[in-house]
């Protein structure tokens, strides 16, 4: 069973929704009781880097996400979610993140080498450059489109975390992973097939609570 983190800041239906089509039965809770049921975690997430922190911290899922990404267990983080994994961001002044990847959020300039502006937030489909092929996140995947909505992307990430990225001005860390823990700065569960792909990768991998 996987486990869908309610902290108050998730797109949880959207989430849901695609594991239902996936066939994977999955439990929705801020409750930690419930969620140790599960095999592996979802991290959803939509808002703001300290808000998601004041929320994880305020539920008293903070320590629990760490231990548990500690114990081996896996873990995806999609979108905010999978900002939060990192050290810290500077969203809304700087916030210490759950420091499970090491890297620093911060807000995209929108503004190219060139001097050529872009939009921020970042919103729509863009491609996906693979860096690690032979990575299970990207099984049955050389690439393909997904879909964002961001403000602000992980930079000064361990270049061995990286398995794929995005060009938009800049490069823009789109998908990572350092053993147990996996992320998404896109949403998966809007992006068509690929993300589809994607979830169900996560999904294969965690079954019986090891990746």
């Given at each position: 069973m996987?486990?869908?983190i309610d902290y108050g800041m998730g797109n949880?239906?959207?989430v849901s929704k695609a594991l239902e089509r996936l066939g994977y039965p999955y439990v929705i809770s801020g409750e930690k009781a419930e969620l140790e049921r599960a095999e592996s975690l979802i991290l959803p997430g939509v808002g703001s880097f300290r808000?998601?922190?004041?929320?994880l911290d305020e539920s008293g899922l903070t320590g629990f996400v760490r231990e548990w990404a500690a114990e081996g267990k896996p873990l995806l983080g999609i979108c905010l979610g999978?900002?939060?994994l990192f050290d810290e961001s500077e969203e809304n002044g700087l916030t210490k993140g759950l420091g499970l990847l090491r890297g620093r959020v911060e807000k995209l300039t929108g503004m190219s080498a060139t001097g050529k502006r872009y939009k921020v937030p970042h919103m729509g489909w863009n491609e996906l450059h693979v860096t690690q092929p032979g990575h299970p996140f990207m099984k049955n995947l050389s690439g393909g489109h997904v879909y964002f909505v961001h403000s602000y992307a992980v930079n000064g990430e361990e270049p061995s975390d990286l398995i794929a990225y995005a060009d938009y001005y800049e490069?823009?860390?789109a998908v990572v992973a350092k053993e147990n823990?996996?992320?998404t700065q896109f949403h998966p569960e809007k992006s068509g097939p690929v993300g589809v792909t994607l979830l169900n990768n996560f999904a294969r991998a965690a079954e019986g609570g090891r990746i």
């Open positions: 996987i486990g869908i949880l239906h959207s808000d998601g922190m004041t929320e999978m900002q939060l490069r823009v860390p823990v996996w992320g």
